[in-house]
């Protein structure tokens, strides 16, 4: 495989028996397809495909992320628009929607746009898109509308908000195809009640299509089902096709203190314990600041995504960050649904739990930890991260599901990765008040499930232990880093990031259509200085390095952020010294 097309998940995923040629696409179509780098199609593709061209069949497909699921219903969208355009005898009005996708989140929905304006490169003529979730003024959409896109990508809530207002602009009557992606997650939003309302502008009964695709289906979409398909083909690719030796995710945990998370991760990162780019997931958006603010300390720069950040910026943040712009991540993933496990497994304390943290919505279908800044908000899900090397729970999800969908961001494109999760045990909750995490409380619990989530798929999850003689030289300096970073220097630069971002964002706004390359040089990675700065802190005297490092450029490595590429690649050679592989392994 070459280039672009390489970036599934697994090359099992790939049909070989078959080509995109044998599947009778229009030629325009099929030289992006191949411009892209894609050869075969994977199997959702190639069976989704016919049944949707050939059969004119409803899809609900259920395939694991990664594997290509994009692809399998915008192909068929774009082919059918394409074939309504040739004939003639067709009285389809000029400004008459044909296709729409509907995403949960804005991340989302700005990806399948960069997806469709790929495939439809050779036919952008025939085939425009709009992105009606990508943060515009209403004023700039109007005008986007009138152009009368062929495909709109939106989230439910914006569709409906944009047919409600703009009757005029936007008809429905010539839909052909409705796809909602991430169908799950839609619903679990609390989108449920804008696509009722959507329903009611779909001509169904007519010769509409619809495609209902996750990595995860479960009964809620059944309503679904039979709202919006007729008879659907429902396609299923069981994650078991991703067996053991297909996986090159390398998955361990560490026991460890509150305090000591902070320690940890300033050690791996300062010492470039993790060759590549680290997305690391924090459980809520101060956390992401205070880790923000103790690494800067230290000279470790990040980024930070959250979703109290402008769309905008959160997109040019991912978009940077897949270019390698930044090397470490801070993304604050803090929207979990726990109810659905905490059933299946019937704890009794669960319930007390939930009731600490949501009151007393116990009956509400779907609790939500925290309340969502933006409710469009998800990294976690779906968004196709590039390249990352490492994922790093520095707080344990709360569910199973979710450490799925966070680990799943790593290991991609059949490279390697490795996912290390820090657990805090029961005994050493709340012992730290000034690091601790409310969520913590439950990480042992949640571990024995992931545990045995992943053994069912035939992986595995070691123990990994630090070497503690090493660590320990550097808590002084990380109690004394920890120290300057108070909740108000949290508070501070928290509302900094956001003045700079929304500033940032509005600049995009204004710049985005016409000079996109005038805002490369926008960095989302400033330092953002904790009320008190202390220089000295940012170099690793040498009786601390390891001895590892101190036989080779030992001076240099204590001076160098770690994401200079080319610092990193030294490393490796130490490590090949020690005749190990695994970055991580290599500090004993
Ligand atoms: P999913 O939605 O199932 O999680 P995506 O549609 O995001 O997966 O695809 C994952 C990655 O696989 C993307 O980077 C995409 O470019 C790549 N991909 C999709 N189809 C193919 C194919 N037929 N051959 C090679 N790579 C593909
Ligand atoms: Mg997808």
Same mark, same amino acid.
């Given at each position: 495989m070459t280039t672009k097309g390489s970036d599934l998940a697994s090359d099992a995923y790939l049909d070989d028996s078959t080509s995109f040629e044998a599947l009778q696409l229009?030629?325009?179509?099929?030289?992006?397809?191949?411009?892209?780098?894609?050869?075969?199609?994977?199997?959702?593709?190639?069976?989704?495909?016919?049944?949707?061209?050939?059969?004119?069949?409803?899809?609900?497909?259920?395939?694991?992320?990664?594997?290509?699921?994009?692809?399998?219903?915008?192909?068929?969208?774009?082919?059918?628009?394409?074939?309504?355009?040739?004939?003639?005898?067709?009285?389809?009005?000029?400004?008459?929607? @044909?296709?729409?996708?509907?995403?949960?989140?804005?991340?989302?929905?700005?990806?399948?746009?960069?997806?469709?304006?790929?495939?439809?490169?050779?036919?952008?003529?025939?085939?425009?898109?709009?992105?009606?979730?990508?943060?515009?003024?209403?004023?700039?959409?109007?005008?986007? @509308?009138?152009?009368s896109p062929e495909i709109i990508i939106a989230t439910p809530?914006?569709?409906?908000? $944009?047919?409600?207002?703009?009757?005029?602009?936007?008809s429905l009557e010539n839909l052909k195809f409705l796809v909602i992606d991430e169908v799950d997650l839609v619903?679990?939003?609390?989108? /449920?009640?804008?696509?009722?309302?959507?329903?009611?502008?779909?001509?169904?009964?007519?010769?509409? /299509?619809?495609f209902l695709m996750s990595a995860t289906l479960n009964d809620d979409i059944q309503d679904l089902k039979k709202r919006f398909c007729r008879s659907p083909a429902i396609l299923k690719f069981n994650d078991d096709q991703i067996t053991k030796d297909d996986s090159k995710l390398l998955q361990y945990y560490v026991k460890t203190t509150e305090f000591d998370k902070f320690l940890l991760c300033y050690v791996i990162f300062k010492l470039g314990l993790i060759k590549g780019k680290s997305l690391i997931f924090v459980n809520n958006i101060d956390r992401g600041y205070r880790l923000k603010l103790v690494l800067e300390q230290f000279g470790i720069k990040s980024c930070i995504l959250n979703s109290e950040l402008p769309a905008n910026s959160r997109q040019h943040i991912v978009d940077q960050f897949n270019?390698?712009?930044?090397? @470490?991540?801070?993304?604050?993933?803090?929207?979990?649904?726990?109810?659905?496990e905490d059933e299946e497994e019937k704890e009794s304390e669960v319930s007390e739990d939930s009731k600490e943290v949501d009151g007393k919505n116990n009956n509400k279908k779907i609790k939500r930890l925290q309340v969502k800044k933006d409710k469009e908000y998800g990294v976690s899900r779906g968004v196709d991260f590039?390249?990352?090397?490492?994922? $790093?729970?520095?707080?344990?999800?709360?569910?199973?599901?979710?450490?799925?969908?966070?680990?799943?961001?790593?290991?991609?494109?059949?490279?390697?990765?490795?996912?290390?999760?820090?657990?805090?045990?029961?005994?050493?909750?709340?012992?730290?008040?000034?690091?601790?995490?409310?969520?913590?409380?439950?990480?042992?619990?949640?571990?024995?499930?992931?545990?045995?989530?992943?053994?069912?798929?035939?992986?595995?999850?070691?123990?990994?232990?630090f070497d503690n003689k090493q660590v320990e030289g550097f808590r002084y300096r990380l109690e004394d880093g920890f120290?300057?970073?108070?909740?108000?220097?949290?508070?501070?630069?928290?509302?900094?990031?956001?003045?700079?971002?929304?500033?940032?964002?509005?600049?995009?706004?204004?710049?985005?259509?016409?000079?996109?390359?005038?805002?490369?040089?926008?960095?989302?990675?400033?330092?953002?200085?904790?009320?008190?700065?202390?220089?000295?802190?940012?170099?690793?005297?040498e009786y601390l390095l390891p001895d590892s490092v101190k036989q080779g450029k030992s001076k240099k490595i204590g001076f160098v952020p770690f994401h200079k590429p080319k610092k990193a690649h030294k490393k490796g050679k130490v490590q090949k010294r020690n005749g190990k592989s695994d970055p991580l392994k290599n500090f004993k």
């Open positions: 229009d030629p325009r179509l099929l030289q992006a397809i191949h411009r892209n780098g894609y050869h075969h199609p994977t199997l959702i593709q190639s069976h989704a495909i016919p049944l949707a061209l050939q059969q004119k069949r409803d899809i609900i497909a259920k395939a694991a992320t990664g594997s290509g699921k994009t692809l399998a219903y915008l192909i068929p969208v774009i082919q059918t628009i394409l074939d309504c355009k040739k004939d003639e005898s067709s009285e389809l009005g000029s400004n008459k929607t @044909l296709g729409i996708v509907l995403v949960p989140t804005k991340e989302l929905a700005s990806q399948v746009s960069t997806v469709l304006e790929q495939l439809t490169l050779y036919c952008s003529k025939d085939v425009k898109n709009l992105n009606a979730s990508s943060d515009m003024s209403h004023a700039v959409l109007s005008s986007l @509308l009138l152009e809530a914006k569709l409906l908000s $944009l047919l409600e207002t703009n009757i005029n602009a936007i619903l679990s939003f609390g989108y /449920q009640d804008d696509l009722t309302k959507i329903s009611e502008f779909l001509p169904l009964q007519k010769s509409l /299509q619809t270019k390698n712009v930044y090397q @470490l991540l801070i993304a604050t993933d803090d929207t979990e649904y726990i109810r659905e590039k390249n990352v090397a490492c994922v $790093l729970n520095f707080d344990l999800p709360t569910t199973a599901k979710s450490y799925v969908h966070r680990v799943g961001r790593t290991a991609r494109a059949g490279k390697s990765g490795t996912a290390i999760s820090f657990v805090v045990p029961l005994k050493e909750f709340g012992k730290h008040k000034p690091s601790m995490c409310p969520t913590a409380k439950r990480d042992e619990k949640i571990l024995t499930r992931i545990i045995k989530q992943q053994s069912k798929l035939g992986l595995e999850l070691q123990p990994y232990s120290r300057a970073v108070t909740q108000v220097a949290v508070r501070e630069a928290r509302i900094k990031e956001l003045k700079q971002e929304l500033l940032a964002s509005d600049k995009l706004k204004r710049h985005f259509e016409e000079n996109p390359q005038e805002l490369q040089s926008l960095r989302h990675d400033k330092e953002l200085h904790p009320a008190r700065v202390q220089q000295h802190l940012k170099r690793v005297p």
